[in-house]
Structures are given as structure tokens and as C-alpha cells.
């Protein structure tokens, strides 16, 4: 039932570790694949090892920020962990690094010897080494990628950075270049906060933001690289549950990969979300992720294309929360009021149709109606 086709490797569901901690060696990556995960990524393998520094996580609220280069491993003892991958069943993606052309093919033939079932080009990286200037150039990631491909026989795919004005234009040239994919999206180049009592920032260099605050960036850059190439999409940020999940395949992800929420809860959660994933397409009666791959996608429009239809908002069912004011006090038109009895009540000459109090009322009592 959850059994995916990707980049012609056939996965037991669509569910991969995104490289980075949780992935550092083969025998975490090991316990990924017996959690259940579909396949795993590697951290990023490089071919000069540079010591990583401390600290280098910081939580804040929902977000995470890792200030985290790349792998400790050089690229032979790489070679082994990839093995333990291999033996366990599990399909192992390399996650690589180079600063030019031809190292970064260089790696990707030593990983292919390796084992790796294929690549995942990592040519951003939001701190420490500026690769943002590679990452933004359309030529210079067809180059990247044009080099590496003829270097391999393993579908290559790119993992594309959300820290640039135009990601459509990478994910062609990466399509141009002859590769088999991409991913996104990698994390946000941040700074996750200060202490104010000491002026000292929580982690000390800018770094990747990670976790669910960055959901809705990579739910629209899915949908974006969906539409705008034929490649396969893997999408990444915020997922950590089965809802998530569909959201991205139902915006035309064709794999999903989830990191923020392993670091946090621990491999069981992958055990998790695959069973709530099956309970939901047999409650639907689904028998693949095929059949909603893309709905979501077909629903969207351009601006021109959203009639102006005269909807206004509406009690769908009374109001159960008598302590609860979100819609009164984040309706901006004063079209909801709550009287002395705790009535809730819609004004529809006042109200606009904007659709705010549908989303924010946790009882989901409003409903907008076409009043025309």
C-alpha cells in the first residue's frame, strides 16, 4: 500500500532520512531502515574533513537551528558505513559534497564503488562556507551536475536551496544537466535567537532552520519544482506526522524526507506515521499513495484564475467553548461578536469573506457560503 517507485528503485514507502545528524554512520542509519524507513541519506560526505564545532544545536520554540558542517567520516571509512547499509536491506542515498566539478564527481564514482544506490548533490549549505553563491547560479549547477552524471552510472538528483530568488531556474538547469531529481528543501540560513541577558546569540554563527515553521516553505517550493519540471520531487520541512506527509504528496512529492522530528522524538516516530499513513488510505479507501499523488496540485491557481465570488463566513454549528476568543479577537472586520450568554455570531454586511475565522477556531465552527 505504500510501496513507492523512485528514480526506478522501488521503495517500501516514500518515507527517507534526510542527511544530517541521524544519518552520521552506517549503524544509526542502520536502526533507520529497521524503524522502518524507505531509504536513508547519508550526512554529508566530503572529500577533506574538517572538525565540527561545539555547540552547534539550538531548539527554540518549534524550530531548530544546526550549525553542523558536514560528516566527521573521510571518504574511506565511508566506504564501510555505507556497507552496513547495504547488508541491512536498506536503499542508501549519498549525500555529497564538492567544491567543484570534478570533486564532486570524484566522490560520487567513490560512493558508487561504495554501494550507494544513488546521489543527492548538496550544493547549499545556509552557514559556514558561502556555497549560497553556487547554489543561486543556474550555470554553475548545470555544470555540477553535468560533471557528476557523466561520472556515474546511479540516478543523481539536487538538493536545492530555499535561500535564492529563483528555484525554478536551478531545478532546470539540474534537468538540463541530465539529473534524475531533486530535493528540497534543504534548511533556511538563520539565526534561532539571543539570550538577552547575556547578548550572546543561542548559537555562534548563522546556521540551517529546520522543524515545522518551515513546513509551509517547503509545502510551496514542492508544489513549485511539481509544476515547473518533470523531474521526481522529494520534499522536505516540518514533517513529522502522516498528515504532513499527504500534504506533500498531495502538492506532487513523490518521496518525503524527515529529519527535525527524528532528532527530537527518536526513530519510533517514523513506526508511526507509516501506521497512520496505512490507516488513513484504508479509512479512504486508497489501496496506493498514487491515487492523491497531486490532487492537491491540480487545485491550484493563479490569481486571475480565483473568481471573485461574493463568500462570507457562517456558524457551520454553535460555539461549545465559552472561554475561547479567537474568532472575535482576530476578526480585523468585527463581523464576529460573542454576546453576554457566549453566543457566537456573524454580522454579514461587516463581514468580507476572508476566510480567517474557518482556520483559527479550533472547533471548526465557521464555514464560508457563496452568498450570491
Not at 70 to 86: F, P, Q, R
Not at 184 to 201: H, L, Q
Request: proline residues 5%; glycine residues 8%; aromatic residues 6%.
Amino acid at each position: 500500500m505504500l510501496e513507492v517507485d523512485f528514480l526506478g528503485i522501488p521503495l517500501k514507502n516514500p518515507l527517507i532520512v534526510a542527511s544530517g545528524p541521524m544519518t552520521r554512520c552506517g549503524s544509526y542509519m542502520k536502526r533507520a531502515v529497521e524503524a522502518g524507513a524507505g531509504a536513508v541519506v547519508t550526512e554529508t560526505i566530503v572529500n577533506e574533513v574538517r572538525r565540527n564545532v561545539r555547540p552547534r544545536l539550538a531548539k527554540k520554540g518549534a524550530g531548530l537551528q544546526n550549525i553542523r558542517l558536514y560528516s566527521d567520516y573521510s571518504l574511506e571509512e565511508w566506504a564501510h558505513e555505507i556497507s552496513i547499509v547495504k547488508d541491512t536491506g536498506g536503499v542508501c542515498i549519498a549525500n555529497i559534497l564538492g567544491h567543484t566539478p570534478s570533486e564532486m564527481a570524484y566522490i560520487a564514482g567513490f560512493v558508487e564503488k561504495a554501494g550507494a544506490d544513488t546521489l543527492e548533490l548538496n550544493i547549499a549549505s545556509p552557514h559556514g562556507e558561502g556555497l549560497e553563491v553556487l547554489s543561486a547560479d543556474p550555470e554553475q549547477v548545470y555544470e555540477f551536475v553535468r560533471s557528476t552524471v557523466k561520472n556515474v552510472s546511479i540516478p543523481v538528483t539536487v538538493k536545492l536551496s530555499p535561500n535564492v530568488s529563483n528555484i525554478v531556474t536551478l531545478a532546470q538547469a539540474a534537468e538540463r544537466a541530465g539529473a534524475a531529481g531533486v530535493s528540497a528543501i534543504n534548511t533556511m540560513r538563520s539565526i534561532i535567537g539571543v539570550d538577552i541577558e547575556t547578548g550572546k546569540p543561542l548559537l555562534p554563527t548563522f546556521g540551517g532552520y529546520s522543524g515545522d515553521p518551515i513546513r509551509p516553505v517547503g509545502l510551496a517550493t514542492t508544489a513549485t519544482l511539481a509544476q515547473a519540471v518533470s523531474l521526481p520531487v522529494s520534499g522536505i520541512g516540518g514533517i513529522s506526522t502522516s498528515e504532513h506527509v499527504l500534504e506533500y504528496i498531495m502538492l506532487g512529492a513523490s518521496t518525503v524526507q524527515i529529519l527535525t522530528a527524528l532528532i527530537l522524538n527518536g526513530y519510533a516516530i517514523l513506526r508511526q506515521i507509516l501506521k497512520d499513513l496505512e490507516v488513513w488510505l484504508e479509512t479512504k479507501g486508497y489501496s496506493s499513495l498514487e491515487e492523491i499523488r497531486g490532487t492537491a496540485l491540480k487545485e491550484l491557481k493563479s490569481f486571475e484564475e480565483i473568481p471573485n465570488e461574493p463568500y462570507t463566513s457562517h456558524l457551520a454549528k454553535p460555539c461549545l467553548l465559552p472561554d475561547c476568543s479567537l474568532c472575535t479577537t482576530s476578526c480585523m472586520y468585527d463581523a464576529i461578536s460573542k454576546d453576554h450568554r457566549g453566543v457566537v455570531s456573524v454580522d454579514q454586511e461587516l463581514c468580507s469573506g476572508c476566510g480567517l475565522c474557518v482556520t483559527v477556531c479550533p472547533a471548526r465552527c465557521f464555514e464560508l457560503r457563496w452568498d450570491g
